[in-house]
Each structure stands twice: as C-alpha cells, then as structure tokens.
C-alpha cells in the first residue's frame, strides 16, 4: 500500500453517497495544505481499526476539504497473527514518543505504558494523561505514515502487577534481560496467539520485578551482545519478532 493515509472517524459509506467522500477538518488541511493533492491522486482512508477504502481525489477545495471520489469498498484487515504487545517502560523526555514511531512502523499491535519501580519518568495526574495523549497521538501519526490501517492500542498506564497478569495470559512471555540465557533470535515462537515482550527501563528491571513476571510464566531473554536503550529495544525486538513469525514474509 503505497498511497498516502489520512484517518478518519467512521468508515461507513452512506447510501446514496455515490462512492464520494469529503475529507476535511485536520485530515483534510494535511491533504490539501501540507501534502498538496490533487485531483487523479490515490488516496487511502481508514478508521485505524482495521477498515479501509482506497479512493481517487476528485477536487481539493480551499484549505481543508478533499474530495474523494470511486469509494466503492470498504475492506477490513483482518488482525495479525501471532498479535505482538510490547511493555514499554516509561523513558526519559521524548524517548518515549521515539519508541511508539519507531515500534508502529515496524508493525506492533499493542503498546502497554509500564511505571516500573526504576522509572525517573512517572506518570503523576494532568501529567501522566497528557504523556498517554502524546503516546497515542504518535502511533496515529506513525501509523498514517507507515501505511497501515490497523493502529497499534496504547493501554493505560500498567502497573508490575497488571502487566504480570497480562504476561500471564500471553502465549508466549519474555522480558528483555541481560540474565536470560537464550537469545530472543533462538526461542520458540507461537505460529498464533499473544506474544508479550517486557521492556525495561533504563536503570533495567528490578530483581523483585523479574521474580514477579517469572511467577507470571515470563522467562528472561537476551536480544544480542549489545546493550540497547529503552526507547530502541522495543523497535529491535518487535522486528525480530516480525520477521521469526513470518510477519514480514
């Protein structure tokens, strides 16, 4: 898929419409102002939820309208198997949001914000819901850019134990520590199901934190000899993930 994505609320497509579709508001400033369409471009317009409709541009008008027109069919992707959540510790300044881009350009499908207990980042009231916000205000942008048409979720905000029961749940569980004594590249993957892999932070995941999701079923894994910042494993580790799945096949 290689048109450009813009999102919108609802993809359903009135009777009578006549397969025509007006983009506007912020989606369709970014059409018509900043990526310039025009008429005879292909479109694709999507929920973020899994439906989509490719289109043709009949008419950009002002600042903020797009007119889309051959809007026949609207296809839905199917969900992704095996589905691939990653806990993300919270990092420091804007890793964050450096992390959410990276890992829904490669194809995440969950994103768990994680408040480990070596976090210098908390997220304390207004505070903590406006960092949420920016977190999934990128994986919108990073999935428009990326081309997909299935979002990944960001949850709230987990604590060890929530994300202890979500790793027990999970099909296959790992942590990312320097004590695993299997590489994430030689495990064994499940062809289906949930994959929930744990981040640390950068002061790495506390001893009580490890026994905890070991209790949960999570064994420790190595990704390589090197060692990765938090705002960068998640991306490796997804990619590897994606590619051992047959994902990226």
Do not use: N
């Amino acid at each position: 898929m290689t048109a450009p994505v813009f999102v919108v609320d609802s993809l359903a497509l009135p009777d009578g419409c006549g397969g025509e579709f007006v983009l506007d508001g912020p989606e369709g400033r970014h059409a018509v102002s900043v990526k310039r369409l025009r008429a005879g471009e292909d479109v694709v317009l999507t929920d973020g939820r899994g439906r989509w409709a490719e289109g043709i541009v009949k008419a950009a008008e002002g600042k903020d309208r797009l007119v889309v027109m051959d809007l026949e069919t609207v296809r839905e992707e199917a969900p992704e198997q095996p589905r691939i959540t990653v806990v993300q510790a919270l990092p420091k300044g804007d890793r964050g949001e450096l992390a959410v881009e990276t890992m829904t350009e490669v194809g995440v499908d969950a994103i768990v914000p994680w408040a480990a207990s070596r976090c210098i980042t908390q997220w304390k009231g207004d505070r903590g819901l406006k960092a949420l916000a920016k977190w999934r205000a990128t994986a919108r942008e990073a999935g428009k850019q990326s081309r997909r048409v299935r979002f990944p979720e960001v949850t709230d905000a987990a604590t060890g134990k929530q994300v202890a029961a979500l790793l027990a749940k999970a099909d296959f569980a790992a942590v990312l520590h320097e004590s695993g004594e299997e590489t994430l590249a030689t495990a064994e993957l499940p062809a289906s199901g949930e994959i929930v892999l744990v981040v640390g932070p950068e002061g790495g995941v506390s001893p009580e934190e490890l026994a905890l999701f070991g209790e949960a079923g999570a064994e420790a894994y190595r990704l390589g000899p090197s060692v990765l910042r938090t705002s960068t494993a998640g991306t490796a580790a997804g990619a590897l993930l994606l590619g051992r799945t047959g994902r990226w096949s």
